[in-house]
C-alpha cells in the first residue's frame, strides 16, 4: 500500500487546519462576535485533542506497517527523557511542573500533525488554500494602530493567545502552503504576503524565519542559483529605499526594532538573563539547574536546556536537530534530494536551529513541526 494513502495522512490534514489557521479564525471570530466564544485556550484544549486522536492513530499505523522512522524514534524518546526529569523534579503547585507538563503534550501533538499533513497526496488543497487567504485577510484587515492585536480589540473574550502563538500558526501554515506551491510568481505573491502579516503581527522571531525559510528555499530551488541573490538584493535595496523616502508610511511593529538591538529592552533583559543562566549552569554542568528561575526568566536559547536537562539532555536535542539538517542539507547538494518538501523540511529545520541559537526556548514549537516535515520529506509526492 502506498504510504500516502493510509489514514495517517487526511486526519493529520484536517487537524492541521483545525489547529494553525483555526487558531487564528477562531479568535478573529470570538473578538468580533461572529460567532460565540466556546473554548477558552482554544490552542493548548485543540493540541491536546487532536494528541488524543492521532497518538493511537499513529500507533495503529506503526504496527501494522511495521516500521518507525529515525526521528519519530528520537524524537519522542528525547520526550520521554524530558517526561522523567520532570516528574523526577516536580513539586507541588509548580507553575513549571504544568508548564512543562503541557509543553511536551503540545510537542508530542505537533510533531504528529506535521508529519502527518505532510504526508497527503497533493499540497497544498483547497482548503488550506482557502485558510491561508482567509488567516492572511484577517491580519491585515483587524489591526490596531497599523498592528495586529486581538487583545486591544473591545471584547469579552478571556484569555486570547498573544502575538507569538498568532505568528507561530501563521508561519507554519504559510510553510506548507509554499511547498505544496510549484509556480514561482504565485509562491512570490504569498512570500510577500506573509512577510506583510508577520511583519504587522510584530513577532520578530517568526518574521525573521519565515524571511529566512524563503530566501534559503527559493536558492535551493532555483536552477540558477544566481536569481534568487540577485531578486534578494533588489527587493532589500528597493524596501530600505521606499522606507527611506517616506514614501509609503510602515506602521510600527516590533521588528523594526531588529534594526537597533543596542537600543532593544527586550533584547537586552534576554542578554541579561542568558548571562544569570550560563552562570547557573557552570554550577551544576552534567545534572543543570531545573527550574531555578523565576516565572519568566528561563534562558531564551537552546542552551536552556542544558540548564534544565543537564549535559545529556542539551546534547540529545542538538543531535535530533542538527542531525537531520546535515543529513538533508548533504543530500541536497549531492543531488540525492531534490524534491519540493525536501528542500522545504531543509529550509524550515536550520531556520529553527538558528532561532534556538538566539532567542527561543528549547521546546518552542517550530522544533517539532520541522521535525514531524523532515520525517515525512523522504515521500517522493507530486504536488500541484
Known sequence: ?????????????????????????????????LIPALITGYFGKTSAA????????YLW????????????????GFLLFFLCVVVLNSEEDSYIFTW??????????????????????????LALKTA???????????TVDGR??????????????????????????????????????????????????LYINGARSEFVAYALFAAT???????????????????????????????????????????????DNSSNERSRIASEGLNKIMESPILGNYGKYEKGEYIHNILSAWNDLGLFGFLFILII??????????????????????????????????LLLVGKYFTYLLLPAALGLYSSSNLKIEDN
Open 321 to 354: 536537530s542538527i542531525g537531520p539538517t546535515v543529513k538533508l542539507g548533504i543530500n541536497i547538494a549531492l543531488g540525492s534530494a531534490q524534491t519540493n518538501r525536501e528542500i522545504s523540511a531543509f529550509s524550515i529545520l536550520a531556520v529553527t536551529i538558528v
Open 148 to 197: 495586529f492585536s486581538l487583545r486591544e480589540l473591545p471584547s469579552d473574550v478571556d484569555k486570547i493567545p498573544g502575538y507569538q502563538t498568532f505568528a507561530l500558526c501563521y508561519l507554519l501554515l504559510s510553510v506548507v502552503l509554499v511547498t505544496g506551491v510549484r509556480s514561482l510568481p504565485t509562491r512570490c505573491i504569498a512570500h510577500a504576503v506573509a512577510i506583510a502579516c
Open 50 to 57: 487532536e494528541l488524543a486522536i492521532l497518538a493511537p492513530l
Open 217 to 263: 528555499y527559493e536558492f535551493l530551488s532555483s536552477k540558477n542559483k544566481g536569481l534568487p541573490i540577485l531578486a534578494l538584493i533588489i527587493v532589500a535595496a528597493g524596501s530600505v529605499a521606499t522606507i527611506s523616502s517616506g514614501i509609503v508610511e510602515i506602521p510600527d511593529s516590533r521588528v523594526a526594532n531588529l534594526l537597533d538591538l543596542q537600543h
Open 1 to 33: 500500500m502506498n504510504r500516502t494513502k493510509l489514514p495517517f495522512s487526511t486526519v493529520p490534514y484536517i487537524l492541521f487546519l483545525l489547529l494553525f489557521p483555526g487558531t487564528i479564525l477562531y479568535y478573529v471570530a470570538t473578538t468580533n462576535g
Open 100 to 125: 512543562h507538563m503541557v509543553s511536551i503534550a503540545q510537542c508530542a501533538a505537533v510533531f504528529l500533525i506535521c508529519k502527518g499533513a505532510f504526508r497527503v497526496d497533493r499540497l497544498p488543497g
Open 61 to 76: 499505523t506503526t504496527l501494522r506497517t511495521g516500521r518507525i522512522a529515525v526521528i519519530d524514534l528520537t524524537y519522542f
Open 132 to 142: 491561508w487567504i482567509a488567516s492572511s485577510a484577517c491580519i491585515l484587515i483587524f
